[in-house]
C-alpha cells in the first residue's frame, strides 16, 4: 500500500491555535482525535514506513474566511495518532513532509482528510 486516506471530523474550534483558555478546555478534543486517526489508521493498514508525505484536504461547509496554517495545526493531534498507530516513526520534517493544503466547500459533508503517501527514504537526508 503506498498511500492511505484517513477522514476525520471538521475542525473542531477547541483545536484551533488561537483558541484562548484553559489547557484542560481542549484536552478531551485533543486525545478524542489523536485516537481517532490512530484507529482508522490501523484499520486501514498495519505497515510500518519510513517515511511519507501528507496532502490536508479541508472541506468546510461555507465559504468562510480561514487561515489555512490553524486548519493544518488543528490536526496536530491526529498526526500524533497517526505516528502512535505505527505508520510512520516520527512527525518530524525527516519523516514527514507537507505536500499540500486545499481548502474546498462541502455544505452536506464538511470533513478533513489526510492522504498520506509513502516514501522510500527520509524525507530529508
Known sequence: MDAITIVLPPV??????HN?????????????LRQLAGFLTREQTREQW???????????PNKLRRDQANAIQ???AAIDGVVD???IPDDDWQHLAIAGVTCEVDRTNPRVE????????????
Not at 473542531?12 to 491555535?17: G, T
Request: hydrophobic share 40%; proline share 6%; glycine share 6%.
Open 85 to 87: 498507530a505505527g505508520l
Open 12 to 17: 473542531n474550534p477547541k483545536l484551533n491555535a
Open 114 to 125: 489526510l492522504v498520506f503517501s509513502k516514501t522510500t527514504k527520509k524525507v530529508i537526508p
Open 50 to 60: 519510513p517515511a511519507a508525505t501528507i496532502q490536508y484536504r479541508f472541506f468546510f
Open 20 to 32: 484562548k483558555g484553559h489547557w484542560r478546555g481542549k484536552l478531551k478534543a485533543v486525545k478524542s
Open 74 to 76: 488543528s490536526q496536530k
